[in-house]
């Protein structure tokens, strides 16, 4: 879209490019949006339009923070060096990653002389990220309410397109409070719930009480008298 607007010299903003490619994706497929890569998509393409011209760092910052409530609705946990590995590696995928991978298509498309080596060069940068990954740090957030979710993502937008320090600060305390709030709430409930699991083969039971003064599991385990011809797996 930005390609064909400079063609016709039309003067439209990157934001409004943006904007109109959001909505074009919500009238042709808008459950696409309920998939998290495509949400993390969008929320970074829109960081990459705020932080323009603020520091390295700061961008790197602001961009990982407008993730987050993202991630934590998802898939419930954030690893705290997370951020130290973006701000240490992400210049990598502009010089070397990106490049190499470019290289490696266009050539693979005519000779393929390059190509497994740089699969594997590709693989190993992999399981080296994996391998930080395993790193201790792992901070199991949980899942907020959908209401709190928004609330997170506002104050993360408020806080990316910032321009005056007070405001700056005084987002920063309120974004950080509002996640103690929520991580509190969710591992030190008001109320207690009981969870039901389906394992496969029957359900099992977990009941919390109030600020988890107890968390019990109940799961009946053990073989059955009947005939055990149902353990045998079936090959086919």
């Given at each position: 879209e ?12 990157r ?9 074009v ?11 998290l ?19 390295y ?96 993502i ?46 496969g ?36």
């Open positions: 930005i390609i064909f607007t400079e063609l016709l010299n039309w003067k439209i903003s934001l409004d490019v943006y904007s109109g490619v959001m909505l994706n919500l009238f042709v497929m808008p459950e696409a949006f309920f998939m890569s495509l949400q993390l998509r969008y929320i970074l393409a829109f960081g990459l339009i705020a932080v323009d011209g603020k520091p760092l700061v961008q790197t910052i602001l961009l990982n923070l407008l993730t987050v409530p993202f991630l934590i609705y998802h898939v419930f946990e954030w690893h705290c060096l997370s951020l130290l590995v973006n701000i240490l590696i992400l210049p990598l995928f502009g010089i070397v990653i990106f490049p190499v991978l470019i290289f490696g298509v266009v050539e693979g498309i005519f000779f393929g002389w390059f190509t497994a080596p740089i699969g594997i060069f590709l693989a190993a940068f992999n399981h080296f990220l994996n391998w930080i990954g395993s790193f201790p740090g792992m901070v199991h957030f949980g899942r907020p309410s959908v209401w709190l979710t928004a609330w997170m506002l104050l993360t937008i408020l806080l990316t397109i910032s321009r005056q320090r007070a405001v700056l600060l005084r987002q920063t305390l309120i974004l950080v409070f509002t996640f103690a709030v929520s991580y509190y709430l969710i591992h030190y409930p008001k109320y207690g719930e009981v969870t039901m699991i389906d394992v083969q029957g359900d099992s039971f977990i009941i919390r009480e109030p600020r988890n003064n107890h968390v019990i599991m109940i799961d009946t385990g053990g073989r059955l008298n009947f005939g055990q011809n149902w353990e045998q797996g079936n090959p086919t």
